[in-house]
């Protein structure tokens, strides 16, 4: 109930009835400042009981058998994409994969602009620890991060009660908010400098294919570029 669906805006009962759609059991984790948590033996919780136990016993029959995996993918292939929730369901659809086949490393836009950062690293670990050999640089139509404003996302920190001190602070230790939180222009020719950036990464080998393309998001058509 603190993941941003209902929190402060429902009951724990609506919560679950829109987490269905994608949880096949869940677990409830109350904390101590919660001051109207029913009693364990409340029958308001005999519900949550009930899809819990049930959710179990599917699992207990095989139920979830066809997901079973490991930790390296099948197909040797990572990629990187951006989080749109358009993407969530269609991506991998449209390339027809399914659990256990690919590394998915999502962030905002789908690239990458720091040679050091999370996604940069995560390609590394998962070329030298999971056996990947081909890296897919996937980016889309319609993203938002696509003429992101740095100063209009500034304003908006502010406005949710950002001091301005911690931004003055960021910049006085050499960090370039502005660049950091600019988002590009062009969709296509950011995925081209990220396939430029891993291709010459200094820790990425030679051997490992690196290509870009982009995603109709209503589609799933995939353009190389």
Not at 4 to 26: S, W
Not at 66 to 92: F, G, H, N, Q
Request: proline letters at 4%.
């Amino acid at each position: 109930n603190h993941c941003n669906i209902t929190y402060g805006h429902g009951d724990m009962r609506d919560a679950f009835e829109a987490a269905k759609g994608q949880l096949d059991f869940v677990s409830v984790t109350p904390h101590a400042m919660w001051p109207d948590i029913p009693g364990a033996d409340d029958p308001r919780l005999k519900w949550v009981i009930d899809y819990h136990t049930g959710a179990f016993k599917r699992l207990r029959e095989g139920g979830y058998e066809k997901y079973r995996t490991s930790k390296y993918p099948d197909k040797k292939i990572a990629i990187v994409t951006c989080m749109d929730t358009r993407l969530v369901e269609l991506l991998p659809a449209a390339l027809g994969i399914r659990n256990g086949d690919v590394k998915i490393i999502k962030n905002a836009g789908g690239t990458i602009t720091n040679p050091f950062d999370s996604t940069m690293r995560s390609l590394l670990v998962a070329v030298y620890e999971l056996g990947v050999n081909e890296i897919m640089v996937i980016g889309h139509t319609g993203c938002g991060v696509q003429g992101m404003n740095a100063k209009e996302m500034l304003e908006l920190m502010h406005e949710r009660g950002v001091d301005e001190e911690h931004v003055q602070l960021m910049r006085h230790c050499g960090i370039d908010l502005d660049s950091w939180l600019h988002g590009f222009d062009d969709c296509g020719e950011a995925v081209k400098e990220t396939v430029d950036l891993i291709s010459h990464h200094p820790l990425m080998p030679k051997d490992v294919r690196t290509a870009g393309y982009i995603m109709d998001s209503e589609t799933g058509a995939l353009t190389a570029l």
